[in-house]
């Protein structure tokens, strides 16, 4: 199988100890348990408390007034980022997105396997001008190092590899072809708008998913926002 063009972009490595970690999570029913499981309480608009050795704060881009719904996809993603960088009192030393994934049944993937980011890139960006192109698909290299990551997926039982993003829950028969070309393990709809704002502001990235499941045989997206 062919693999993935190397990343044109990558982010600032991961650093020993940060004092602040942000934990950047895409749906308010996903944020609940994780910051249960982190051990964060809830404050007004996020949830925060003490992990590990840092302050952790756990955040959504929140839920849209007008439609009752998450505020999904990777516009409200990169908006609710930036605003948040920009906002913090205490500079954030590292982000974390955690969430589900629609992962391809054909590359292994099975529900609730867990998929440590190497890279990530908009599947759905399709400029056939060079230059343009590569800003447009924005492949990026995420912070955590190979022996970081082989440690990381040794540790929890995971597999490392390239998640992509789009803005569609479906997926189109060239987009399916780009999972398969690539080896995508995953696909979602905030981690390349996250990285591009993470490289804008030269902090760190990590990325962790878990998996629902697509079968990639035909255009039809996985399950719930992926």
């Given amino acids: 199988m062919a693999t993935a063009a190397s990343p044109d972009f990558t982010l600032p490595p991961l650093i020993a100890a940060p004092r602040h970690i942000l934990f950047f999570v895409a749906m308010e029913r996903e944020a609940a348990p994780i910051a249960a499981a982190l051990g964060l309480a809830r404050a007004v608009d996020a949830f925060i408390g003490r992990v590990a050795h840092a302050e952790g704060t756990l955040v959504t881009p929140g839920i849209d007034a007008t439609a009752k719904a998450d505020r999904i996809g990777p516009v409200h993603a990169s908006i609710a980022l930036t605003r948040l960088l920009r906002e913090v009192r205490a500079p954030i030393d590292l982000v974390v997105n955690a969430g589900t994934a629609g992962g391809f049944e054909a590359q292994g993937q099975r529900i609730a396997d867990i998929v440590l980011a190497r890279d990530t890139l908009f599947h759905d960006a399709r400029v056939a001008i060079d230059g343009f192109d ?25 597999r490392v ?10 997926a189109t028969a060239d987009e399916l072809a780009a999972f398969a070309r690539t ?37 039809a997206g996985p399950d719930k926002k992926s």
């Fill in 161 to 170: 590899g390239l998640v992509s993003t789009g803005a569609s829950r479906d």
């Fill in 134 to 158: 590569r800003v447009a698909r924005a492949h990026t290299r995420l912070s955590a190092g190979e022996a970081a990551l082989a440690a990381a997926a040794a540790a929890i039982d995971a």
């Fill in 183 to 219: 080896g995508a393990l995953a696909k979602e709809m905030e981690l390349a708008a996250l990285a591009v704002v993470c490289r804008m502001h030269a902090v760190p990235l990590a990325a962790l998913k878990g998996s629902t499941v697509s079968p990639m045989s035909k255009p």
